[in-house]
C-alpha cells in the first residue's frame, strides 16, 4: 500500500471515529509503528489532524468539533485518572454534589463509590451508570432528562429546567476547552446552556481539565475561570500556564501533588 493510500485510510478512520490509538493505525494496516508515525505526521503537517497522547483526533480547532465518549475515553488515560483521584479528596460523606458530563468526570465517579451517603445530581449516562452498577444503597443518584450529545450527556431546555430548582455544594465540571481568555468553552450550545445551569446552582465549582484542553477554543463559552474555585489539572500543563490560571482561580491543584482536603477547604462557611 502506497503512503497516499495509508493516509487516506487513517484519515477516513480518524474522521469516523473522532479519536484513533496510533497502536490501533498500525494493527489495522499491518505495519510498523515507525510507518504509522509517518503518515501521521504528513497529515499533522498538513493540518488534517491532531497528534494526542497515545493517538491521533481530527483538530481540535474546529469549534463544533465533538468526538464520541468512547474515543475521548481512550485519550489521556492516566491523566484523567489523576486528576479524578485529585479531585475525589474534596468530597465528604453527607454532600451533595453535581457532576457534569465528560470522561474526566466519568473516571471521578468510578473514584466516589467508596464515599458513603452523597447526593449525586448528573446529566451524564454514563456517571449515572457507574454509581447504578456500584450497588450501594447509602447514595442517591439523581439523572436529569434531556437530548443527548456524543458524549452522552444529557442537555436542553428540560435539564436546565430541572438544575433550576436544586441546591448543591459542590459542582465537578468537565469541559472541551479553557484559555485565559475565553474561559470554559464547548462544542454544543445546548450543553453549555446546561453547564451553566449546574453552576448556577453549585456553591462551589470544581473544574477538572487535563493539560490537552488549554489553548482549545470550542464554539460556545460555558464560564470565565473567575466564576472557577477550584481548577484540577495533570501535570502535563505548562508551568506557565499554571502560573496564569494562578493569578485567577484561587485553588489551582496539579494532580500527584500533596492537597489540603480540611473540611474548611472542600465547603465554605455556611454562616
Request: contains cysteine; aromatic residues 2%.
Amino acid at each position: 500500500m502506497l503512503a497516499h493510500q495509508r493516509q487516506q485510510k487513517i484519515l477516513d478512520q480518524v474522521t469516523a471515529e473522532g479519536a484513533v490509538k496510533v497502536a490501533d493505525l498500525g494493527a489495522a494496516l499491518s505495519v510498523s509503528d515507525m510507518t504509522i508515525r509517518r503518515d501521521v505526521n504528513e497529515l499533522v503537517a498538513r493540518g488534517l489532524v491532531e497528534r494526542v497522547h497515545g493517538g491521533v483526533t481530527l483538530p481540535r480547532s474546529a469549534s463544533v468539533f465533538e468526538p464520541g465518549f468512547s474515543a475521548k475515553s481512550e485519550l489521556d488515560r492516566d491523566a484523567k485518572s489523576a486528576i479524578a483521584k485529585a479531585a475525589a479528596r474534596f468530597v465528604r460523606p453527607g454532600t451533595s454534589i453535581g457532576i457534569s458530563g465528560g470522561t474526566t468526570t466519568h473516571a471521578l465517579a468510578q473514584e466516589l463509590l467508596d464515599v458513603p451517603d452523597i447526593t449525586v445530581v448528573t446529566n451524564s449516562l454514563p456517571v449515572a451508570e457507574v454509581f447504578h452498577t456500584g450497588g450501594r444503597t447509602d447514595q442517591t443518584v439523581l439523572l436529569t432528562g434531556g437530548e443527548r450529545t456524543p458524549s452522552y450527556a444529557l442537555v436542553g431546555p428540560l435539564t436546565v429546567s430541572a438544575l433550576q430548582s436544586i441546591h448543591l455544594d459542590m459542582l465537578f465540571l468537565g469541559t472541551h476547552g479553557v484559555d485565559i481568555e475565553s474561559g470554559l468553552t464547548c462544542p454544543n450550545l445546548m450543553e453549555a446552556q446546561t453547564n451553566q445551569a449546574l453552576v448556577a446552582s453549585s456553591r462551589r465549582v470544581i473544574v477538572l481539565a487535563d493539560h490537552t484542553k488549554w489553548g482549545v477554543r470550542a464554539l460556545a463559552n460555558t464560564i470565565p475561570l473567575s466564576r472557577v474555585d477550584v481548577f484540577v489539572t495533570d501535570a502535563g500543563l505548562d508551568p506557565g500556564v499554571q502560573d496564569a490560571l494562578s493569578e485567577v482561580i484561587d485553588d489551582v491543584v496539579i494532580a500527584g501533588e500533596p492537597v489540603d482536603t480540611n473540611e474548611e477547604r472542600v465547603l465554605d462557611d455556611r454562616a
